[in-house]
């Protein structure tokens, strides 16, 4: 459920209107799904490939 908030936080979709979609999900939910998601950019590295 941490990608669908994401996903959809970057997508420009408000968290009333997450809440909304998701009835199960509160704003302490989305709140959590984005400390998750930074503590998870703060330990991964990602390799891009640049060669095209």
């Known amino acids: ?4 908030v994401i996903d959809n936080l970057a997508a420009g979709v408000s968290k009333s209107d997450i809440l909304r979609s998701y009835g ?3 704003e302490q939910d989305i709140d959590a ?3 998750y998601a930074a503590a ?3 330990t991964s590295s990602l390799f ?5």
Do not use: E, F, H
């Not at 459920?1 to 669908?4: L, P, Q, R």
């Not at 891009?48 to 095209?52: E, F, I, Q």
């Open 1 to 4: 459920m941490v990608s669908v």
């Open 24 to 26: 199960a999900l509160t």
């Open 33 to 35: 799904a984005l400390a």
């Open 40 to 42: 998870n950019c703060n």
């Open 48 to 52: 891009l490939d640049r060669a095209t």
